[in-house]
C-alpha cells in the first residue's frame, strides 16, 4: 500500500521540483542511487518497469524509503497496464507514471487515492487526462514537443499543471528554458546516471550533480 497520501505527494514534488527516473537490474546499484539521491536533497524519485524482475528491486526500495527515507516518495513509472499498476501499489508505489494515459490505470489510482502522472503530447490528451482526475501531466516525449508548446498550454489550460520528462539537461541553461515555459517539474534519467559512473559506483558524483540540479532550480 502506498505510505504518502496523493495530495502529499503533489506537494512534494512541487517542493523539490527534480525527480529522477531510474532502472538498474542490481539491487546494490539502485540502493546507492537512491541514497545520493536522497543526500543531494531529492525527496521524489521514480523507478521504471524496465527489466526483468524490476517490480522485486521496487519492492526493495519501497521498504528501504519506509525504513530508512520515509519522507522519500516513490513511484513506479513507465506503466502501460493497469494489472501493472496495481502490482506496485502492493508493492508500495506512491504515485504512477506511464508513458501515455490509460483510463483503466487512472480509475485504478483514483479508487486507492493514488497521484497518476501519464504522458500527453497533445492538449486532448491533457484534457482528458483532467477529466479523469490527473492533476500533474508528465509532457512526453519532451524532446519533441519542445518548452514552446508547454508555454502555450497556458492559454487555453492555464490550470494546467504539468512536469516534463526527455529532453531536460542537468544545465541552468536548459532547466530554465523549462521552468521558465511553465513546467512545475522535471524528470530526468541518463543525464544524472551516465553509464560509466553506475559501472564504477562512484556515486558521489551522482550525488554531486543531482545535487547541483536541484540548486540550480531553486535559484530559478
Known amino acids: 500500500m ?3 497520501p496523493r495530495l502529499t505527494v503533489y506537494q512534494t514534488i512541487r517542493q523539490v521540483p527534480l525527480v529522477p527516473v531510474f532502472y ?3 539491487a546494490d546499484v539502485c540502493d546507492g542511487v537512491l541514497d545520493a539521491c536522497y543526500r543531494a536533497g531529492v ?13 522485486e528491486r521496487f519492492a526493495e526500495l519501497s521498504k528501504r524509503c519506509a525504513r ?5 516518495v516513490l ?5 502501460l497496464d493497469a494489472p501493472t499498476a496495481a502490482l506496485y ?3 508500495g508505489a506512491d504515485f504512477i507514471v506511464g508513458p501515455n494515459f490509460n483510463e483503466e490505470i487512472a480509475r485504478l489510482c483514483n479508487r486507492r487515492k493514488v497521484a497518476y502522472l501519464p504522458g500527453c503530447a497533445t492538449l486532448t ?6 477529466e479523469w482526475g490527473v492533476e500533474v501531466v508528465k509532457i512526453f516525449p519532451g524532446d519533441v514537443v519542445g518548452p514552446n508548446f508547454v508555454k502555450s498550454l497556458s492559454g487555453p489550460m492555464p490550470f494546467a499543471s504539468a512536469m516534463v520528462t526527455g529532453g531536460v539537461e542537468p544545465t541552468q541553461e536548459s532547466l530554465a528554458r523549462w521552468f521558465k515555459a511553465g513546467v512545475v517539474a522535471v524528470g530526468m534519467g541518463s543525464q544524472l546516471f551516465p553509464k560509466d559512473v553506475l559501472a564504477n559506483r562512484t556515486f ?4 554531486t550533480t543531482v545535487r547541483d540540479v536541484v540548486r540550480i532550480i531553486a535559484e530559478l
Not at 68 to 72: C, F, I, L, N, T
Not at 75 to 79: I, V
Request: without cysteine; negative net charge; charged residues 30%.
Open 75 to 79: 513511484g513506479a513509472g513507465t506503466l
Open 2 to 4: 502506498s505510505r504518502i
Open 24 to 26: 538498474h537490474p542490481d
Open 125 to 130: 490528451e491533457i484534457a482528458t487526462a483532467h
Open 89 to 91: 501499489l502492493q508493492l
Open 43 to 55: 525527496r521524489a524519485f521514480e523507478f521504471t518497469n524496465r527489466g526483468d524482475f524490476a517490480h
Open 68 to 72: 530508512d527515507y520515509p519522507d522519500m
Open 204 to 207: 558521489d558524483k551522482i550525488e
